[in-house]
């Protein structure tokens, strides 16, 4: 216990040294600029973003990328709450009560109270990746390749169960996913694998490269669809009056609280993440609320309870990366390359070598966090005359930006081409009603899973029984077995169904 | 460009003949688009410096591959004899007979679900792509896994599960095919591409406002006085940010201009 408060009194103590306090405040509004922009979601402001940390100092890059990660998310929630459009997919169901309460007048209490839920979420997650670091770091060392493999099938299950529609579809885009991520040399042999030859390809397709043009143009495209103009209904009545009610914050209290909880635990676990946890959060007041009925006509807690489920979920989401090294979503493979590129190699040596490093970090999420409420509740006139800026001059810019920021993580203009042909096959998947986000994680955990799968069968000499036969592998596998039995399980399928009807 | 909203006009799902059609034709297509696409190269070579074989070779190469390849292969199976098939009658065997089969299947098929159907079958066409790419790899030696295992286990898992789709698309009502739109992704497209090939001889400057420009052909709703400013104004922006402020290497001006 005692180790725990040295451990974050010396992060603070990095977190809030000048500079990095400066990089903590530009990285949250940047983020929150990006992220209240409609068509961009946490994954491509990232992966936009991530060239702008290369000049700095690993910590302090990470501070800022941190950073902006839940600017981006609070960004989010603000468009969902006054426009109608989710910035993120994070806060899709934010939309259903948020924007009918800005419609009943009451934008204001809707955005204090999705930012008050966030700071709680995140300060509760703040302390939980603080309290499970070291033992979980302890249960890392206990994981050899049959594990970590046994692991991540885990993580991807849970990404094929939780992803919405159908279960074939998960399936498909996670194999697509893992394939796409065999692409350059192999790991062990140095041949090259289905590179065709283009030099660009030798070292492997860019994870940013890919996450920008699934997320990023895919959803540009898809935007113009409907014309650049069509439903932006925008509430242009002045925002009065930020202060939630004392009854609104008696309602909104059990549902933060619940909210935290659930985003915690789905943060942690590989495959969940944000989306994940802002969905089972609507889905999970509306279950025990008295009235369900209030749900969608403006209910607070439909406000309350997935900000703060989300939030908490894209901090917790740290702890597998942090302790184990395995990205459980999207937006930490990105992490893990903004890490590689300042040399540092996450997994459970990361937490003893370079405590300035995992400890600031995590200290700077809180100050974040508590930035974000005091700096953006005030800024919401700012953030809103954004969004007034017509679609048709935006998008031109966004898609400029998104151009030079793939451009600029590796000075390849094959990167860029390689961005816009994936925009164009996002698009395709979305016209097919695929889910672009297992893809992503499959091909986050493709590579990891390869070495370890192989180097369990090296150790093994070619006996495929050890994942059964060691303990903890076969309990991972066993739990990934069952899920999986349930997702397809008819009666359980209608009701998964049910909770995403909502989307 | 008379429709201005972009939108294809490719049938609708009430009439399943003629969407057969252009399903099937789309999907010949797909068939054959890895020799297509390498002539293109090849005929781009003549201009640049891509090359590798000669369009005349490549037709040639190609076009034997597609006809001797299943007699080789079949001939093989009669006599025992051990053929080794190159690479360009791999592809014809692996990727683009089981293609144009399935191609055949779709012109006489009523799929009740087009959505998932084509999906499906594209998603064999990429897994099937897939296998062929990584037919030049080692496969298990002994109990180890060669560069080639792990791709051909996914390959054909995603082929199984392209499959999967597609059946379920066939025999259960499911959507009909979305709308597609040409206009926002052809232009799109064509910024992300021009800001590419501009980016390295052209420089920031001309890169950013020529893509901007393109990309915001994308809407017939750009009003050109306001887009024109606004991406004067982005571009002297970007040019300011990321070479200074950021600090990352990026050519400013034309490098004619510069030299």
Redesign the interface.
Known sequence: MLDLFQNLLHGFGVALSPINLLLCLVGALVGTLVGVLPGIGTIATVAMLLPITFGLPPVGALIMLAGIYYGAQYGGSTTSILVNIPGEATSVVTTLDGFQMAKQGRAGPALSIAAIGSFVAGCAATVLIAVLGAPLTKLALLFGPAEYFSLMVLGLIFAVVLAKGSVLKAVAMIALGLLLSMVGADLETGASRMAFNIPELADGLGFATVAMGVFGFAEIIRNLDGGAEADRELVQQKITGLMPTRKDLRDSAPAIIRGTILGSILGILPGGGAVIASFAAYTFEKKIARDPSRFGRGAIEGVAAPESANNAAAQTSFIPLLTLGIPPNAVMALMVGAMTIHGIQPGPQVMQKQPDLVWGMIASMWIGNLMLIIINLPLVGIWVRLLRVPYRLMFPSIVVFCAIGIYSINNAPVDVILAGAFGLFGYWLIKHDFEPAPLLLGMVLGTLMEENLRRTLQISRGDWSVFLTRPLSATLLAIAAALLVLAVLPALRRKRDEVFVEG | MADT?GQLSDGTANVPAARNVTGATIILLLAFAPQLVELAISLAGLVGSVS?RSPLQVVSAHGAALVESLPMLLGQWADGRKVTLRSDALLALIYTYPLVAIAVFTFLARPRAP??Y???V??MA??LF?LW??SD??GMR???????T??RM??V??LA??A??AV?GLVTEG?A??V??W???FF??L???T???A??PLG?IVA?FA???I??L??????WG??LI??VV?TLG?ALL?PYV?????PLFPRFLVQ
């Open positions: 909203t590798a959505q998932d084509f999906g499906g594209a998603l990429v897994a897939a790419a990584a790899l080692s002994g109990f180890t896994f060669g560069p080639g792990a791709p996914l390959g898992l995603l599960m392209g999967a789709v379920i959507p095919l979305q597609y739109h206009r926002g992704p799109v497209s910024a992300i591409l800001f590419a090939v980016i390295r920031l950013a893509a901007f420009l990309a915001a994308g809407t017939p709703e750009t009003r306001e887009t606004v991406g982005l970007c990321f950021l600090g990352l290497p990026m």
